[in-house]
């Protein structure tokens, strides 16, 4: 499996326009690197492309990545498709921006779907294929991917008026190449580590998980009186019951967090919390970022009879020369999507 990690920062991007935090202002002096809003790219075959959340970002990732390019035709692209974890604006904001292509299939479960303002807005311009996947139900993505919609979240957006508390909301996907090319499990929002995410986290190879917030009162110092961001839907990573205990019961997978959040320390390489959270095994990667996810054949997908040692991973860093923030380079079974 290929996956580009095409953005990782919360919804405000790294710097946020309107912050003038001791970390937005860094990295308005080139002292850390800028980030863009939180996306990634996944494919089976190379070929065929999905797309995981859009972030308002999207143009310019797109550009900056050259696995992604336009071609062979004037008009052709690689992109089949965008899976969507929820309806946050910070990631649907980047549909519109695809909608002079070819029809894709955005697939969410259900709840979200109907939710999504710019369905109209879109159809208007092209005829996109929208499919509500059903929870715990593998379907077949075209590009050689299986993917399965798990519920992990009760929090509806903002702009839904009086929702009803459906578990789907907020759901993560696990993302698996056929028939043995590796498994990504991407969650960039839950408020709970629930014994199904843990369970989840231990059946794959590589997860991809939330970490917006470094801990419960962050938010305090920089925007006071702002919501407690458990309430946000997003659980802290250190404190009681925060991610990041949970994930060390977990040393064979390979643990990255995104979503990083403006406010977190983690954005500063230099910082005891980076230096913390790294010596507990979990990764910080930067835009950019490409993985190729094999499952060594004679290793079953998950064993806890086996050691614990991690799976191999290939990855390429960004290019050099790459501007800040961006980077070059009802149900039925095994459903198929795409063209």
């Known amino acids: 499996m290929k996956v580009i990690v095409l953005g990782t920062a919360a919804g405000g991007g790294f710097p946020q326009w309107n912050c003038a935090c001791a970390l937005c202002a860094a990295a308005r002096q080139g002292r850390l690197p800028a980030r863009t809003g939180d996306?990634?790219?996944?494919?089976?075959?190379?070929r065929s492309w999905w797309l995981l959340n859009t972030s308002p970002d999207l143009c310019a990732q797109l550009l900056a990545t050259p696995a992604l390019a336009p071609g062979p035709g004037t008009r052709d692209t690689p992109l089949r498709g965008v899976l969507l974890t929820d309806a946050e604006a910070d990631h649907i904001l980047g549909l519109p921006l695809l909608r002079g292509g070819p029809p894709l299939e955005v697939l969410a479960g259900a709840t979200v779907l109907e939710a999504l303002p710019l369905r109209e807005v879109i159809d208007s311009y092209t005829p996109w294929h929208w499919t509500a996947?059903?929870?715990?139900?593998?379907?077949?993505?075209?590009?050689?991917?299986t993917v399965t919609l798990h519920p992990i979240g009760r929090k509806a957006p903002k702009f839904v008026n009086s929702p009803t508390e459906y578990a789907s909301w907020v759901c993560a996907y696990r993302i698996e190449a056929r028939p043995d090319g590796g498994t990504l499990l991407y969650a960039p929002c839950f408020d709970?580590?629930?014994?199904a995410l843990d369970a989840l986290v231990a059946s794959v190879d590589c997860a991809?998980?939330?970490?917006?917030f470094h801990s419960a009162d962050e938010l305090a110092p920089v925007a006071p009186g702002a919501t407690a961001q458990r309430t946000m839907g997003h659980l802290p990573i250190t404190g009681p019951g925060g991610s990041l205990a949970a994930l060390t019961r977990h040393p064979r997978v390979r643990r990255i967090?995104?979503?990083?959040?403006?406010?977190?320390?983690l954005l500063d390489p230099d910082s005891p919390a980076h230096r913390s959270v790294t010596a507990a095994g979990v990764q910080l990667l930067p835009d950019g970022t490409e993985l190729t996810l094999p499952r060594p054949a004679h290793q079953p997908l998950h064993d806890p009879g086996r050691p614990t040692e991690p799976p191999h991973f290939t990855e390429a860093a960004p290019a050099a020369g790459t501007p800040q923030g961006l980077h070059p380079t009802p149900a039925r079974p095994l459903r198929r999507a795409g063209p």
């Open 192 to 195: 709970t580590w629930s014994p």
């Open 257 to 265: 967090y995104t979503h990083l959040n403006n406010t977190n320390p």
């Open 39 to 46: 996306c990634v790219a996944v494919s089976g075959d190379a």
């Open 133 to 145: 996947l059903t929870p715990d139900t593998p379907y077949e993505l075209a590009g050689g991917l």
């Open 208 to 212: 991809l998980l939330d970490g917006t």
